[in-house]
Each structure stands twice: as structure tokens, then as C-alpha cells.
């Protein structure tokens, strides 16, 4: 659109050489926001990972006497108990650490079912088009038009909460924007010349759409894919503060939250720390993701 | 005295380590009611250079002169604010691209009046009158209907005319037109040509045309800048530069273009070898040595202008008055794009 | 064009009755209703009663074809729960979700325009980063746990604002923020991306030319096709909004249709529920409807077509 560019020559010789691998990982580093992602993530998932190794006390284990300590920051606090505990005596450092792992898995787990779902409907609705594709896009469109959060309380609370029901739950409601980002990147490839030479060649459609097709979405999908698990995440959060999530006693920082939610007026950190936990998590991968989102689709706004 | 004072105008702009220097010390003057072609390649500097005199440069671009003054007023020290009442008033602008250089969200009698109400004091009637009056001017009929309407209604050629209306809503001294008929069909181009010719007889305008076209040059330039990598490589009159080229690029310019009744049908038309030099980094000397037929070691140094009467040449070869020698070097000749 | 709208609205039509569909059929198929409203001291003979009476004997499909016929007439059916009506049940409630809804919305777009405008004019200096931190963290945080901390905040220590219940428009102020500001990033970003594509277009190059002041061609120029997009994601996002109406309600004791909703959900309230996950749907789906409307009224160039 403008014309102010100078000396076209010039300028084109000023580009970097074809990106590898390993440069546009350099690259990706120096992006900040993916760096901080990055680190956050890091975290977490060590903390999660090392979990039974880093908790000082066993997450599940119950003390009475112990009940309503506070952090210790706070006036009658102690490093016994670095992060208090919570109304049944438990050691809330250990419940973040483990509770990470809930939350981790249930995000992964979530997005990856959502992400075969979706991927699976783009690929037909994209390679296909016609009548496939107006099925896939009205499912699409109904989707969209389904408030989630209440579908998924509501089916939450009918089936009973638990950990694989929200996980499949979730699963079952958060593959729209695969769908979506996949059927366009199939439109786009299915066009392409080397599409066209491997159905010359007469290559089986499930072929092409697995070598060919396939992983030139991968990009795309990685990016979604950490946008959903954040979704994930947050909706299995507020599914668990509302009781029809992950039951107690298992540490979901979303089920501390409702459990500390009595005592928010005077022992507030109960509440706090859980949620600034899963602020970082959710930073961390929407970080990433949309530090990945800008190397791999640097034209893309979705 | 001049109307419009350009000297050593340079304009960098900052690519990473390195800076490009696109516009590397221009010199040159247009006088009231004169129409100044600034030719060159795409490429060359000139879009940088006409943004250059409104100040409408990229962000990233710097701009550095020793004059740059219009009718007396000196442009380098005027801030924004000030730069701001001279453009659309005093100095006005006309770009490439009709389709796109109107805002689609409002009707051409907006887009019209609002330059008038900017810089004058009239209510919003009498620039709507006015507005009419000056689409009349540029050839568009049925003026008030067209006010109502927008943009995309109109066609490029339309659209370009309105532009030039709008340039004109004020009455500036100059107008710089950058490229305003590239965009268009040959035969829109040529209307076009002639109206910018017409208006700028009537209004007594100085108008600096940019383009890249030698032919447009031939038929309505009064005066001719020749630009080569950032610099102005030769001026002269239009009809002193046609006869007697000096510099070895401008000959290699027109030595390109079929000539009617000289060029014999099947005759091969010359082109210039050779790429243009990257402008990255610090430069010395003739941008055009590498590709230039006489080149010679001197031409590594900076190369003064050699001036006669109204005739500028950047070239140690050049002549101050002509001579038949000018037209033997002719085997070369250069495409333009 | 209204040959358009006329195929857009069948396809809503189309897809509000899916959605029924599927809710229906989640709801019946999860349990057994007449269990559920039985509760567990139910005899099998008062099973079989409620069975009969809710009509819950008849095959699934006549169930909602009745279902969808009562609605067609505007009968949502009786709550098991209240003894009312569900349509009064949301009569009464809407207002209050839709004011909330209203309220958030225009929270959002006061914060998100003006800081998007910002960081689109400042770009790559501290100001965007700042503003697109702010951006980032607030789709980050929990709505839930926001509007907690909100409360601990301004409820608690400082003593501001009520916690519960919906008397007064103070009482709607946090509610507001905790729903609005999840909007608040992708509106930002949508303004910021809008206004530097826009920025960058010829057209604005063109009004910087005619010398027109800065702010004249920041809002009257860029910002009036800049925020056409945007205006279109304001009406969705104000969808998304009434759906997560219901943690918000709940949290704050706003007797709207989301804590209604979720009261239901609880009780296994189906004809509540049901109800509910269709209004949102159908609000949903007009709303695209009118984001897609507005975009042809506000373009110009999409008008003529």
C-alpha cells in the first residue's frame, strides 16, 4: 500500500537467509514475551514433575491441629508450613505442587483430545469442501453459539464431576478453533501444486492428507493447541470452584479456591495463592503460545 | 527567487547496523508557475524525496538538509504543528494510488471541504460550494451529485481527478505529484496529463511531477531533474536535456526509448548493464561508475557538479556546452522499469 | 442484501433449534429424570407417578417435540424447583444479566479502545508493551477468582463496595469488571492491530498530506475504519459475557439468569436449565447476526453490495 519503501534492490538484499530450525529457535528466545512464557512454564512443569521429591508433606494428609496456618510472610507464620495450610490442617505448599500436576494434565489431555477432534473435522471439511464442509461448518456454527460454560455445568453436574469426566468434557466442547484454523490452512494447501502432483501420482486421500497436508499444520495446530489448554485450565478451574469439577480431596487449585472461600475475609492468601498460581500457569502458556503464534504465522492476526 | 529552495537534501534510514542512505544530497529549485520533472527508476529515491519536502516520512526515516525553504519560509525549524498548516495549504501532495488514497468511510464533499475548513475560515457551506466548483475544474460533471457520494462509487480515473480537486481546494504554491498516472489506463493517463497541465497554467502552480517515464517527461515538463541512486544526476530545461544529455545515464536513458521515425522497426533498444549499487552504508563517488561506459578512475571520488547556465551534470565528462560527441556514446542505454 | 439476511436468519433459526436439541438430549440422557426429581427416598410406585406426570414415559423425541412446540408458544414449561413458571423466572431475572452484560461490555470498551488507540500511536515504545502486559495478564487470571479478590479488596478492606445482592448500581460495579475485562485484551488488541493497519493505509497518508491536525486524523479518519471490526466483537464478546454470567452471578448473589441457571443446574432444575441454555443461544446467535449487520451498515463499502 505504500509506497514509501526505498530502493526495492536494496532492501531485498537486505534479507536474512532462509530460516533453519535451530535459527528461528535462537529466534524465538529473543522474543520476550515467549522467553518469559518460556521460564514460567518451566517452572510449573518442574514443580509439577518434581513434585513428590519437592512437597514437604504428603498433600493428602489431614492434621486438625494444624488448621488455618498462615504463610509464612504473614504474623504467626512459620517456615514448617512455608505456605500455611488450609481448613483441614494440610500443607498448602504441597497441595500447590501437586495441584499443579491436575492442572497440567488435565489442560494437555483436554487439548489433545479437543485437537484430534478438531483437527479431524477440519481436515474433512477443508479437504473435502461441499457438502462435508457445510456439516462441518454448521457443527461449527452451533458450537460457537452454545454458551459453554453452562452447557459444561451443566453436563458436569448431571454426569458427576470428576477428573476424566472434565477432562473428556472438555474435550468434547473445545475443538471449534482447531476445526476452524485447520479448515482454512486445508483450503489454503489443498490447492497447492504438490497436493495436485500427489493425487496425479495417485496417492490414496488419506496419504496426501497425512504427508502432505498434515504437517505443514503443525505449526498452527502447537499454537491453538496452547490457547486451548489455557482454556482448558481456566474453564476445569471454575468447574471445580463450583463443586462439579475435580472432587475433593484431590489438590485442584480451583477446588482450594472454593475451599478457602470461607475464610477469604480474614485469611484472604488461602484464596490468593491458588489463583496467582493459576495466573502464571495460563500466562506462562498464552505466552508461548502467542510468542510461537508471531515465528510461525508472522502474517496470521488471528 | 525561487519559489521552492531544496539543498543537499539527504534522507537515512536505519536498517539495523547499517543506514541507507536513499537520498543523498539533493540541490534543486523550482520557480512559480514551473512544472520540474524529477525522473528515475523505481527505486531511485524520488517517492522519498517528495515525502522528504512534506515531512511525511516514515517514522524511521531521518531527514537532514542545508535549505529546504518554500517562498521564504524555512521548513527545517518549523515544527509539526506549523508543518502542518503549510501541507494541504501551501504545499499540497498527489500519490500514486487513486484506489486507495481516499477514506471509503466518507462522502467526497467531506473529504473535499475538510482541507478548506482546516485552513480558511469559511462555514461549511461555502466549502461545499466551492468544493463543486473545483471537481467543474477537473473535468467532473454533475459536481453536486458527486459530492454526496464515496469513493468507491467512483472510478480511478474520477477519483484521481477528485484528489487533484483536493489538492487544489486551497490553492497551494506547489504540488508535488508523485506518479499520480501510473496507476491509471493509458488513455486516462493522458487526460489526466493534461488537466495537471491545464490547472497549472490557470492557477499560475509550481508543480513538481515524479515519475518514471521519459515520454510523459518529453511532453509536459518545463524543467528536468534526472535521479540516479539518491542523487540528482542532471538538470536542465527540458528541451536542453533531450538534445544534449550530458551524463552518461540520462543518454543511456533515452537511448532506451524507441524514438518515432528514428528507430527502425526490429532494432534492438539499448539497455544499461549492470545493477543498481546498494545504497548501504557509507558512499563515494559516482553511484554510476560500475555501470557507466567511461568510467575512470577519478570517478571513485566524489564527483562535483559541473554547471553551466541552466544545465547541471554530475559527471567529469560532462561538457558546459554542448556537442555533437554527446550522442556517440549511445550504445548503451538503459531500461527503465 | 436481504436476500442475505433472510438465508442468515434460517441458518440461525437452523441452529438455535440444534442447540435445543443438544441440550435436550444431554439432559434426558445424563440421568433419570424422574429419579432425580423423586430424590433418593422415592419410592419406584412415586417414581413411576412423576414419570407419568412429567410425561417423561413418552418416547424422547415426541418429549421434544413437545418441548419445542410449548416454546414456539412461549411456554418454557413449570420449574421442578420454584413452582413457577420459567418463563416468569426469567422475565424477572433477564434485565439484571442484561444490565450486568451492558455494564461490563462498556467497562471493557473504556478501557480497551482508548489504551488499543494508545499503543497502536506509541508503538514498540514502553506505553504498547505496558499496555499489551495488561493485556496479556488479564486473560490470564481466573473470573472467578478476580471477582474474589475484587471482593477482598474493595469489600473488605476498604470498605467500598456491597458484596451481595443487586439493589443498587454500586452493588453491579464489581460484578462488572470481574465479567468485562476478560473482553478487555482481544478488544484491545483488536483496536491496536486496526489502528496500525489503518495508520499505515494510504487514505490516512492522504489526510496527513492535507495538512489536518493529528487528532482529526487519528479519530475522525483512522479510527472510524479501525473500529469497525471491533464493533462487531463487542457484540460477541457481549454474548460470551452472558454465558459467563453464571460464576459471576453466583459469586456475587445477583439473582440474574446465570445464578438462576446454576441454582438449576444444582437442583437438576431441567425445564430451568433448559430454558436458559436456549435464551443464551438464541441472544448468541442475533448477536453475530447484528455484529454482521453492523459491519455492512458501518462499511461503506459493503453496503452497496
Known sequence: ?302 | MALLHVENLRVEIPLGQDTLHAVRGLDFAVERGEMLCIVGESGCGKSLTSLALMDLLPRKARRTATRLSLDGIDMLTRSERQMCDLRGNRLAMIFQEPMTSLNPAYSIGNQLCEVLTRHRKVSRKDAMLRAAQMLEKVGISNATERLRQYPHQLSGGLRQRVIIAMALMCEPDVIIADEPTTALDVTIQAQILRLIRDIQKEFGLAVIFITHDLGLVARIADRVAVMYAGQIVETAPAVELFENPQHPYTRGLLASIPIPGRTQPGQPLGSIPGLVPSLVGEQHGCAFRNRCPQAIAACAQDVPPVESTDHMTRCLFATPTSGPAAHTALRHGGALS | MSGFLLRRLAIALCVAITVSVISFSLLHLSGDLATAIGGPEATSEQIEQIRIQYGLNKPLVTQYFEWLGDVMRLDLGDSFFFQESVYNLIASRLSITLGLGAMALGIALLIAIPLGVLAAVKRDTWIDRLALSIAVLGQAMPSFWFALMLIVVFSVTLKWLPVSGNSTWAHFVMPAIALGYYATPAIMRLTRAGMLDVLNSDYIRTARAKGLRPHTVLFKHALRNALIPVVALAAVEFGFMLGGSVVIETVFSLQGIGQLAWDAIARDDFPVVQAVVLLIAVIYIVLTLLADVLNALLDPRIRVK
Open chain 1, 1 to 302: 500500500m505504500s509506497t514509501t519503501t526505498s530502493s526495492s534492490l536494496v532492501i531485498n538484499d537486505y534479507q536474512p537467509p532462509a530460516k533453519s530450525v535451530w535459527r528461528t529457535l535462537r529466534a524465538s528466545f529473543g522474543h520476550r514475551g515467549f522467553a518469559i512464557g518460556a521460564v514460567l512454564l518451566m517452572v510449573i512443569l518442574f514443580a509439577a514433575l518434581l513434585a513428590p521429591w519437592l512437597a514437604p508433606y504428603d498433600p493428602y494428609t489431614q492434621d486438625v491441629m494444624l488448621r488455618m496456618k498462615p504463610p509464612v510472610w504473614m504474623a504467626n507464620g512459620t517456615w514448617e508450613y512455608m505456605l500455611g495450610t488450609d481448613k483441614l490442617g494440610r500443607d498448602y505448599l504441597s497441595r500447590l505442587l501437586y495441584g499443579a500436576r491436575i492442572s497440567l494434565f488435565i489442560g494437555f489431555s483436554a487439548a489433545l483430545i479437543s485437537g484430534i477432534i478438531g483437527t479431524i473435522m477440519g481436515l474433512l471439511a477443508g479437504y473435502f469442501g461441499g457438502k462435508v464442509d457445510a456439516v462441518i461448518s454448521y457443527l461449527i456454527t452451533t458450537r460457537l453459539a452454545m454458551p459453554v460454560v453452562m452447557i459444561a455445568l451443566a453436563s458436569a453436574s448431571l454426569i458427576g464431576g470428576s477428573l476424566k469426566v472434565v477432562i473428556i468434557l472438555l474435550g468434547c466442547l473445545l475443538w471449534d478453533r482447531f476445526a476452524v484454523v485447520v479448515r482454512a490452512a486445508v483450503q489454503q494447501i489443498r490447492d497447492a501444486e504438490y497436493v495436485a502432483s500427489a493425487q496425479a501420482l495417485g496417492c490414496s486421500t488419506l496419504r496426501i492428507l497425512a504427508s502432505e497436508i498434515l504437517p505443514n499444520l503443525v505449526g498452527a495446530l502447537i499454537v491453538v493447541a496452547t490457547l486451548e489448554m489455557a482454556h482448558a485450565i481456566l474453564l476445569e478451574s471454575a468447574l471445580s470452584f463450583l463443586g462439579v469439577g475435580v472432587q475433593p480431596p484431590i489438590p485442584s487449585w480451583g477446588l482450594m479456591i472454593a475451599e478457602g472461600k470461607p475464610y477469604m475475609f480474614f485469611s484472604p492468601w488461602v484464596i490468593a495463592i491458588p489463583g496467582v498460581a493459576l495466573m502464571v500457569l495460563v500466562l506462562g502458556i498464552n505466552l508461548v503460545g502467542d510468542g510461537l503464534r508471531d515465528l510461525i504465522l508472522p502474517d496470521g492476526r488471528n
